[in-house]
Each structure stands twice: as C-alpha cells, then as structure tokens.
C-alpha cells in the first residue's frame, strides 16, 4: 500500500530531522515523478520520498555515489544535502537535496537540437569515463548491478502481443529480435545512468540544466543509456549523436532494444490512465521502427 505523502507529513518530517529549515517555504512540485513525491524546500533545497518499495533505496544510493561523481560531470546532477529516516507513518528514507532549476526536457522545445546532441553524448561519455567503483569508494558495491537486456524478454514479448493493432506487431518483434541477436557487451564494465530518458533531464531556455533521478545508477553494458536518443532526439539528429559518442553497431542495435522494450512497458502500464505518458512513450516506439 503506497503512503499518502502530502504538504503536511513532509512539513513534520523536516522539521523533526532538520529543524534549521523547518520555517522554510514548502510546495510540491506537480506532477513530481513517477518514482518520488517531491516538494520545493525554500528557494535552494528540495525534499524526495519515495512514492514505493522500487524506489525506497535511493536515498541511501544517492548519499554514497553522487557526491563521488557530481563534480566529475558537465551537467549538476541532485546531489544529497541531507537523509532523513523513516517517521510517522512513512517507511521510508527520503532525502533533501539542491534545487535544480529547469522543465522536463522536451524534444520538440530544444534551442538547438545538435548541440543537445553533442551535449547529451558528452555527458554520458564523462559518466562512461569515471574511475572504478572500487577508486571511488572503498568495499562491495551491490547497488551498482548490471542491466541485463535479455531479462526483459518475456516481459517484451507479452507487452508486443498487448499492444498489437496499435503498432506493428511484426516490426516490433524484428527490432527486439536484432536487439537480443547482437553481440553482449564484451569490454569492461562502465558506469551508466539507467534511467536516461528525455524526463530526466532538465532544461532551460531549451537548454539542457540538469540530469536528475540516478536509482539506477549502475555498472555494466551502457546500451541502456541510449534510450535518450529515442525519446529526446529526432531521427535527423541521432546519427550526431552516435559519432559523437562513438557507438558500434552492436551497442546501438541493443540500445533500440531498450527504448522499444522501456517504452512498451510504459505504454502498457500507464497509458490507459495518463494522456502525456501515451503521447510520449508512442513517440519513443514509433521513434525506435524508424
């Protein structure tokens, strides 16, 4: 059962933890995310919790890894100002963390589409780029843990049957069939994002600000990443964004494989109950048969 989070509860949680920010100004942001409630603390501070158990570590994750990275990237990622722990009623962690100004990036309000391009690779060669974990920090790293595209097979294959008469069944299938066909990732693992869709990156002015929401920040093959270009960049400016980001054939075929198989699973869970979630993850599908 999920918790009811409102202005009142998070105003209690704050004020019982952090009382130095207690007679800040609170607002929720709304919509928030699909993975976190999160409400404006103040002018320079936000304040995340949980809306489940899928994203109840992320916390805790945040707290360890992206004070490590922040500086290392060319884009500011939400870096943790504090953790608070579970009370009255709420079961989870939850964390404050700086206030990043912008919108959710949209593809069709970029200022320039082919810098985005430009940018967007470079933030994710900087993050492909990082030191091993280990350099990092010290001890076992279970919260880095690989994404593997062909756990997703059984899942794809039903949301293709679900979703057949509203795309083409047998495109579907030809693109996810080339996904899990190419060659696995064969180097060593990198650092990727895990969750790298146009929603969370933040702009301004049509420019890019921020890249926010790091749960599934991880090691292993970065094909996951490359959703960004199905769901932020048209089909004119992907071949930009491939070069400049150096991507072989075999990472670009399995990256189409997770922007069909993210975006089918989003259709099929939210669309029937929220009009911007069809209209995007359409896009994303459509765009991965181009």
Known sequence: MKPSIDTDLVRRLVATRFPQWADLPLKQVVPGGSDHAIFRLGTGLQVRLPRGDWSAGQAEKDGRWLPRIADRLPLPVPEPVAVGEPEFGYPWQW???????????????????????????????????????????????????????????????????????????????????????????????????????????????????????????????????????????????????????GVDDATWARGKGWALSTGLNAFTSYAHVNPHVAKTTSRQITQALL
């Open 95 to 245: 964390s404050v963390t700086r206030w990043l100004a912008g919108e959710a990036a949209r593809h069709d309000r970029l200022a320039d589409p082919e810098v985005t391009a430009v940018e967007v690779a470079g933030f994710l060669a900087a993050l492909r780029g990082l030191p091993p974990a280990e350099e990092l920090l010290p001890g076992p790293h279970g919260d880095l843990a690989p994404q593997e595209l062909n756990a997703r097979d059984a899942a794809t294959r039903s949301a293709i049957e679900a979703v057949d008469g509203v795309f083409d069944r047998a495109a579907l299938t030809a693109v996810w069939d080339a996904a899990l066909a190419a060659p696995e990732w064969s180097h060593a693992p990198v650092w990727f994002h895990g969750d790298f869709h146009a929603g969370n990156l933040l702009s301004v002015n049509g420019k890019l600000s921020a890249v926010i929401d790091f749960g599934g920040l991880g090691l292993g093959d970065p094909a996951c990443d490359l959703v960004i270009a199905y769901t932020l960049l048209g089909a004119e400016i992907r071949p930009v964004f491939r070069e400049a980001l």
